[in-house]
Antibody
Framework: QVQLQESGPGLVKPSGTLSLTCAVS?????????WSWVRQSPGKGLEWIGE???????IYNPSLRSRVTMSVDTSKNQLSLKLNSVTAADTAVYYC??????????WGQGTMVTVSS | QSVPTQPPSASGTPGQRVSISCSGS????????VNWYQQLPGTAPKLLIY???HRPSGVPDRFSGSRSGTSASLAISGLQSEDEGDYYC???????????FGTGTRVTVL
């Protein structure tokens, strides 16, 4: 059974860079058609950040595109997310999600990131 | 870009049927399949319905989905206490060239 585990700093300073990784276990990261990051601000709904396909192509939410980079490391079986120039508005739970058979059919448990000085 | 709109809340007593709407636009729901996700309190979202009306293995047949025009809906029949949580629709948006989540609906079992 595929499992995802997000990790990274829980606290990031304003104007800094948020860096998260998502470790994939139970299957090869190449087994998914694409990988996504989704976030949820406290008490709010889900927001799609972007996704990266098995072939390496990526698509980002236009509202975040200028600040986001996603990548996949097949040797480590993990994906990563970088979001730069963060502000308090980027405070959220960040989820990685894999699309193996259907869109977002496997989710990580999420990791809380707070942007604060 | 039109973010799919869902009612903020829905409720019912155990055993009742609850329906949740997801109203979008021609650029998203009007031309693309809809998935539904269930997020129970304190947990990650879970796939409930894919491609409008299909249930993944393990999802009870109490959950059903449909799509017509620029709207989609999720129905929960035989409502149970463990169904309490938030429900989100999502679709690809051709104008955005990305995915758009609905605003989310909190289901309460009275």
């Amino acid at each position: 059974q595929v499992q995802l585990q997000e990790s990274g700093p829980g606290l990031v300073k304003p104007s800094g860079t948020l860096s998260l990784t998502c470790a994939v276990s139970g299957d090869s990261i190449s087994g998914a058609n694409w990988w996504s990051w989704v976030r949820q601000s406290p008490g709010k709904g889900l927001e799609w950040i972007g996704e990266i396909s098995r072939g390496g192509g990526s698509i980002y939410n236009p509202s975040l595109r200028s600040r986001v980079t996603m990548s996949v490391d097949t040797s480590k079986n993990q994906l990563s997310l970088k979001l730069n120039s963060v502000t308090a508005a980027d405070t959220a739970v960040y989820y990685c999600a894999g699309s193996f058979r259907y869109a977002f059919d496997i989710w990580g448990q999420g990791t809380m990131v707070t942007v604060s000085s | 870009q039109s973010v799919p709109t869902q009612p903020p809340s829905a409720s019912g007593t155990p055993g009742q049927r609850v329906s949740i709407s997801c109203s979008g636009s021609s650029s998203n729901i009007g031309g693309n399949a809809v998935n539904w996700y269930q997020q129970l309190p304190g947990t990650a979202p879970k796939l409930l319905i894919y491609t409008d009306n299909h249930r993944p293995s393990g999802v009870p047949d109490r959950f059903s989905g449909s799509r017509s025009g620029t709207s989609a809906s999720l129905a929960i029949s035989g409502l149970q206490s463990e169904d309490e949580g938030d429900y989100y629709c999502v679709a690809w948006d051709d104008s955005l060239r990305g995915r758009v989540f609905g605003t989310g609906t909190r289901v309460t079992v009275l």
